[in-house]
């Protein structure tokens, strides 16, 4: 519309050049269109560009939206990925926690139970002790309650019979089984299938110690040993005594 305006007026001056008689009035107002005419055209060259530029704005605002967009996409997937790996773990923490409170009661019951065993234990050790009394020791006399009584023999075909003299043989006794702490007392006896009723020596106990002793049986006849074998000659013994 200015453009159309100064045209207008361009046409006016030149018609007033052509008419009147003032020329250097009509050069002046030539002047001064032409210098409008320039500014015009440079104001319409800043619009254009101020118009370019605005477009680049908008195109660049659009480009930025759009990458707005795919990153709230990309985080949404992100967050919902995080959410279930988050939901999952969760799970596997309270399956294992299930698990291990499982694993707490059994051990607990099993607690509960050994408990009761050694309750029942104490109540045993607390019937012995009051069923064995040992009022005297080879070295003290010990708490009653770890009193005990221990028998056993050497078994008629096992026992290890060995050649002492001519006419005696001797035998070790193994009673590492009962676990006494001290020497007990020990009685023993000969049994046999027959003949042994003039043999000596079945109850005198030697080289006592909380795990062994020996017995030495002496005949009045030759070669003990084969007698000791042919009627199965064997120690039995009882030890009393503690084992704590």
């Excluded at 408990?115 to 003290?140: F, P, Y």
């Excluded at 070790?172 to 020596?201: H, K, N, R, Y």
């Amino acid at each position: 519309m200015l453009r159309v305006l100064v045209v207008f007026a361009f046409a006016m001056v030149i018609n007033m050049a052509s008419t009147e008689e003032h020329d250097e009035e009509a050069e002046e107002l030539k002047d001064l269109l032409v210098v409008s005419i320039q500014n015009i055209v440079s104001l319409n060259d800043l619009v254009t560009q101020l118009t370019n530029k605005i477009v680049q704005v908008m195109l660049s605002v659009a480009e930025h939206k759009t990458e707005i967009e795919v990153l709230k996409k990309s985080h949404s997937e992100a967050i919902t990925e995080l959410r279930n790996k988050i939901e999952n773990v969760e799970t596997e923490q309270s399956s294992t926690l299930t698990a291990l409170a499982d694993d707490v009661r059994a051990v607990t019951e099993h607690f509960t139970s050994t408990d009761a065993a050694i309750e029942e234990d104490k109540e045993d050790l607390s019937l012995i002790s009051r069923e064995v009394t040992i009022v005297s020791a080879e070295d003290r006399v010990r708490d009653q309650r770890c009193a005990k009584v221990c028998a056993g023999t050497t078994g008629r075909k096992t026992t290890n019979w060995v050649n002492y003299s001519s006419t005696a043989i001797y035998t070790d006794v193994d009673m590492s089984g009962c676990g006494f702490v001290s020497v007990p007392t020990i009685t023993t006896s000969l049994e046999e299938a027959g003949s042994q009723w003039f043999t000596s020596g079945s109850s005198e106990i030697y080289h006592s110690t909380a795990t062994s002793f020996r017995i030495y049986i002496k005949t009045p006849s030759a070669d003990p040993r084969g007698r000791a074998k042919e009627y199965s000659w064997n120690i039995e013994w009882i030890a009393v005594g503690f084992t704590c």
